[in-house]
């Protein structure tokens, strides 16, 4: 599927819109001036002189729409201020484009390394809460064993069971901490 890279024609580009547009008023805003002052130009038509001057004005018309150097010199100009018309409004130059897209990739950049050290804090505040889980566990099996000794057999149930429970809530928050580490040797590379 070798597909050959055309360009795009100038009136399939933004600017061909704009030239397309501002070329039908151009042509209608001429319709509208020959119509409106057609009484006039008939009138000095009636004048020889003004006839001679008419016609010689027509025929550089003319000369202008015949000669291809002439068609390709006002064809060139008119794509030149629309592409600078179109510019005003979108951005058209490949170099302006790459350098907002790289801006935006900084932008993105610079958010992302937020994120990477939000998402290391809360690696830090997790691995603190497993560290004080254990720590606790710890503190209830030896209260769970001391009331075994002294034969306090309710006293040695609730914190045998707040131990299990402390385990089973460490083991799911280590499970979430590697998938936080993970992610962040992923996001740090």
């Known amino acids: 599927m070798d597909k050959e890279l055309k360009p795009k024609s100038f009136w399939s580009r933004p600017e061909g819109t704009t030239g397309m547009i501002l070329g039908i008023g151009i042509l209608g805003g001429l319709g509208f001036l020959l119509y409106s002052f057609m009484p006039i130009i008939i009138a000095a038509a009636a004048n020889t002189l003004y006839l001679v001057g008419m016609l010689v004005a027509l025929a550089a018309l003319i000369y202008m ?3 291809p ?13 629309m592409r600078w018309i179109t510019g005003l409004f979108v951005q058209i130059d490949p170099i302006g484009i790459l350098k907002s897209y790289v801006e935006d ?6 958010k992302m390394n937020r994120q990477i050290g939000i998402l290391r804090g809360q690696m830090h505040k997790l691995k603190e809460i497993i560290k004080n889980n254990s720590r606790q566990i710890e503190n209830n099996l030896s209260l769970a064993n001391r009331a075994k000794q002294q034969d306090k057999r309710n006293i040695m149930i609730l914190k045998s069971r707040k131990a299990g429970r402390l385990k089973e809530s460490n ?4 499970d979430l901490y590697r998938k936080m580490e993970i992610l962040y040797r992923v996001l740090n590379v």
């Open 65 to 67: 729409i015949v000669d």
């Open 69 to 81: 150097r002439m068609r390709n010199l006002i064809w060139y100009s008119y794509k030149g201020i």
């Open 105 to 110: 990739l900084k932008d993105n950049l610079r």
């Open 171 to 174: 083991m799911r928050l280590e």
